[in-house]
């Protein structure tokens, strides 16, 4: 039998905030101290902070040259003037030399507080490239690449030659740009700079060569991700920043771009921010008179438990916007998948070419050319689609098709398990002579009722287009088009409306695009797309949740729908313990979406699968 302690118990065996500060500076939890914006006003060169994750080695050494300042090595008191950054020429102003020894002290390495670097611009040849360095020891790069310079301003773009630092006669390049950003407001809390220099690879190469050289044990190539851990150590972003700056760095189309967007300002944090603490403060009113009462009986509780219940239903419905939201995040974020299903010679895959702008599927007059899955991604009206061109589907009973080999099979079975994992289905049919000689008629598919059917027996989004429509007169077309009509009601039933649009491929192939009506299909199919990820104005805001938060958000949603069971129970009565643990999972999944709390579990192991995206 599983024995819950009481709330009071679990909560008061975390240490609070006003006793982490009791502490010595050192032992105290660096995620706490950051969460509350504290900051170290004293210039060690290592403290030691402490979280029940982790240990984290950090240098906290900050020189602020907004004032004029010195530095000074730990091993001597002597101190060289870096002047005044007010109204200073910074391309004419030399420093007094510095000595090599003196800044390599001041600058000696802790494992996890070395200096990182990278190129951040893409790799290859171009007019410009940017190099970024973070860490302590970014002035030492400086004062190392460009001897003899004063620092520039903070935040001014300066114009330096940068020099080998084992030799100040090798020029690396004569006009590269210069930025300083000092401590803690940059993009990663820590001293930063950032070298444009040109974008020549061997200039590349060499500067970022020599950086290296300056001191290894020191300054080091940066790791995959590692300037975005940084920033999330030192509180710059949290875990759903991180995620919507990764989507907005793979964003291909403009919704994508939107979507990704949406996730950057950190609003959504705060709202999961303020989820949890409301989640705290009810568990900290709860646990108290929970532990006064022998037999942990709601009745003792009569007064606060109806207002946390009510709380808690609250946040149910905003869970359910959150999760509705994330599921059309998700389909702009990965692709709509859109697949073309019909039967033989309906001309899926001359209207598939024509989407993709290529020969990409074959097309021929024999039925069953198709066999596999053919796939192409293309960027729709904003929108990221991928879509499949699959087998022709007909019945092995049909006297006409009772040839179908083995492999037109298995091309049949793979088209409808496609259709059926597709977001959207666009029905292919296509103007066929009467078999009775009356003219055109237009065939249906029978399993087309089945197929568009998902998992909850809800009917897909589902587009209908009626190919060779050049085979037709205007006033045949009217009446085709009506008995087709009808004959997808009672083919559908009453499942749904759904859009009907004509097109001629024979057109589109010839450059009659008028005619050829791919625009109408195009326009029909993006808006199907709207009413998929179309959210209201007043929460747009939630397409920004992502499929890892919207998963976290399930798992709360799961433990508060059994806080709701257990107290609301009636007869056995209701234990308190079992109710405020609960409640305490719940807080926990909504730590995990920003990991910037304690109670956030292995924020390391999150990080990675974080970055695994």
Partial sequence: MIQHAPATARLCARRT?????????????????????????????????????????????????REKSTITTPCQKSSVKLGDEEGVNTNDVELSPLTKGKLQAQYEPASD?????????????????????????????????????????????????????????????????????????????EDMLELHVHGGPATVKAVMSAISEVNSQAIRAAAPGEFTRRAFYNDRL???????????????????RRAALRGRSGELSRIYEDWRNSLIEELAHAAADTDHSEEHSLDDMAGIWPGIIKKVEMMQDEISDHRFGADRGTLLRRGIQVSLIGLPNAGKSSLFNQIVGREASIV????GTTRDVVEATVDLRGYLCTFADTAGVRAADVVDDADIDAIEQEGIKRAIAKAKDADVIVYVAS???????????????????SIIQDDNRNSKPLLIVVNKIDRLSPSQCIDTMDS???????????????????????????????????????????????ELTH???????????????????????????????????????????????????????????????????DVEEILGVVFSK
Avoid at 34 to 41: F, M
Avoid at 247 to 252: K, M, N, P, Q
Avoid at 435 to 446: L, W
Wanted: hydrophobic fraction near 35%; glycine fraction near 6%; charge should be neutral.
């Fill in 364 to 367: 021929n007059q024999q039925a």
């Fill in 431 to 449: 103007i066929e002579p009467d078999p009775q000689g009356h003219g055109y008629a237009i065939p249906t598919m029978k399993e087309l009722a």
């Fill in 238 to 256: 949290d875990l759903g920043q991180i995620e919507s700056l990764g989507d907005t760095l793979s964003a291909e189309t403009e919704f994508q």
């Fill in 17 to 65: 905030f006003a006793q982490n500060w009791e502490l010595p500076f050192t032992t105290r939890p660096v995620l706490t101290a950051r969460r509350h914006g504290q900051h170290s006003p004293i210039p060690k060169e290592a403290n030691t902070f402490c979280s029940h994750q982790r240990l984290f080695s950090t240098i906290i050494g900050r020189h602020n040259i």
């Fill in 113 to 189: 507080s070395q200096t990182i670097y990278a190129l951040s611009t893409a790799a290859g040849r171009g007019a410009i490239a940017i190099i970024r360095i973070s860490g302590p020891a970014c002035m030492l790069i400086y004062h190392a690449l460009c001897p003899r310079k004063k620092l520039p301003r903070e935040r001014y773009a300066t114009v330096r030659a940068l020099h080998h630092p084992k030799d100040t006669n090798n020029i690396l390049d004569s006009d590269a740009i210069v930025l300083y950003f000092a401590a803690p407001h940059t993009a990663t809390g």
């Fill in 535 to 601: 959210m209201p104005v007043e929460l747009e805001h939630l397409i920004g949740v992502t499929e890892r938060q919207s998963q976290l958000l399930q798992s709360c949603s799961q433990h508060l729908e059994k806080f709701l069971a257990e107290a609301s129970r009636i007869a056995p009565p209701p234990d308190n313990s079992i109710a405020t643990y609960h409640l305490e999972l719940a807080a926990k999944c909504l730590a995990e979406v920003t990991g910037r709390v304690e109670g956030a579990g």
């Fill in 484 to 530: 087709f009509t009808q004959d997808i009601h009672r083919l559908l039933g009453s499942k749904g409306n759904y859009p009907i649009i004509h097109t001629s491929v024979t057109d589109a192939a010839a450059g009659r695009s008028k005619e050829a009506n791919i625009g109408g299909f195009s326009r029909a199919l993006t808006h199907l797309f709207h």
